[in-house]
């Protein structure tokens, strides 16, 4: 298992879900928590409770989904290791704001590199494996170094060409705000913003509806045609 420098936090034990189940649906919600979030962490914190998290824990998947929450802002942590969503309380992906800049390229960055390296372990041991990234921002990157930005578009590329993962790794980003940031963002990250950028704004209504679309593709039984990033 693989142990974390933030928290501590460790991974489901790939041997003990091999022994529970045949398949698994890997999730990792990256969130911004920059204090620019101010304006609409309330209603972000509530859709994450009563729609995202319910929404997989009534799923008929829901044995098989292990979520990961990473928060950032000038400085990235870790919530967790992957765990069994029916571990999880309702409240796990609650936020506050908290320091003063935006890591956005540097969160992904260990997103896409701690999932990539529990589905190997987990491939390992047999289980067929379906993966999702859903990052959640508001604002450009103003943080990270060229290092992480580097590093994350090597791990697109890779991702990208990687057939075997072709249809089961999925990247989406929700943008709250200005379009034009996200899509300059999503370019410089290596993903493509007409396939994996939606945006909207700030009010309640959108982000519970947003949030019910990003969990019923997290819990769909369906894999991509296509890569969607």
């Given at each position: 298992?693989e142990?974390f420098?933030?928290f501590?936090?460790?991974n489901?034990?790939?041997?003990?879900?091999?022994?529970?189940?045949?398949?698994a649906?890997?999730c990792?919600?990256?969130t911004?928590?920059?204090?620019s979030?101010?304006?609409?962490v309330?209603?972000m914190?509530?859709?994450?409770r009563?729609?995202?998290?319910?929404e997989l824990?009534?799923?008929h998947r829901?044995n098989?989904?292990?979520i990961?929450?990473?928060?950032?802002?000038?400085k990235?942590?870790?919530?967790?290791?992957?765990l069994?969503i029916l571990?999880?309380?309702d409240?796990?992906?609650?936020v506050?704001?908290?320091g003063?800049?935006?890591?956005?390229?540097?969160a992904?960055?260990?997103?896409?590199?701690h999932?990539?390296?529990?589905?190997?372990?987990?491939?390992?041991?047999?289980?067929?494996?379906?993966?999702t990234?859903?990052?959640?921002?508001?604002?450009e990157?103003?943080?990270s170094?060229?290092q992480?930005l580097?590093?994350?578009?090597a791990?697109?590329?890779a991702?990208?060409?990687?057939?075997a993962?072709a249809?089961t790794f999925?990247i989406?980003m929700?943008?709250v705000?200005?379009e034009?940031?996200?899509?300059?963002?999503?370019?410089d990250m290596?993903?493509n913003?007409?396939k994996c950028?939606s945006?909207?704004?700030?009010?309640?209504k959108e982000?519970r509806?947003q949030?019910g679309?990003?969990?019923?593709s997290?819990s769909?039984?369906?894999?991509?045609?296509t890569v969607?990033?």
């Amino acid at each position: 298992m693989e142990t974390f420098q933030n928290f501590n936090a460790q991974n489901f034990d790939p041997n003990s879900l091999a022994n529970q189940t045949s398949t698994a649906i890997m999730c990792v919600v990256v969130t911004d928590v920059s204090p620019s979030i101010s304006n609409y962490v309330d209603a972000m914190n509530t859709a994450s409770r009563d729609v995202f998290m319910q929404e997989l824990k009534n799923s008929h998947r829901k044995n098989d989904i292990l979520i990961k929450n990473i928060t950032f802002c000038e400085k990235v942590e870790h919530k967790s290791g992957f765990l069994p969503i029916l571990n999880l309380q309702d409240d796990y992906l609650d936020v506050k704001p908290q320091g003063r800049s935006t890591a956005l390229y540097q969160a992904v960055d260990e997103a896409v590199s701690h999932a990539v390296s529990y589905r190997e372990d987990l491939e390992a041991q047999g289980i067929e494996v379906r993966t999702t990234i859903f990052i959640i921002t508001d604002g450009e990157d103003n943080s990270s170094s060229l290092q992480s930005l580097n590093s994350i578009k090597a791990q697109i590329n890779a991702l990208r060409s990687n057939e075997a993962w072709a249809s089961t790794f999925t990247i989406n980003m929700l943008g709250v705000g200005n379009e034009p940031t996200f899509r300059r963002a999503c370019i410089d990250m290596g993903l493509n913003p007409d396939k994996c950028l939606s945006t909207i704004g700030a009010t309640a209504k959108e982000i519970r509806a947003q949030m019910g679309v990003v969990s019923q593709s997290v819990s769909s039984s369906a894999g991509a045609a296509t890569v969607n990033f």
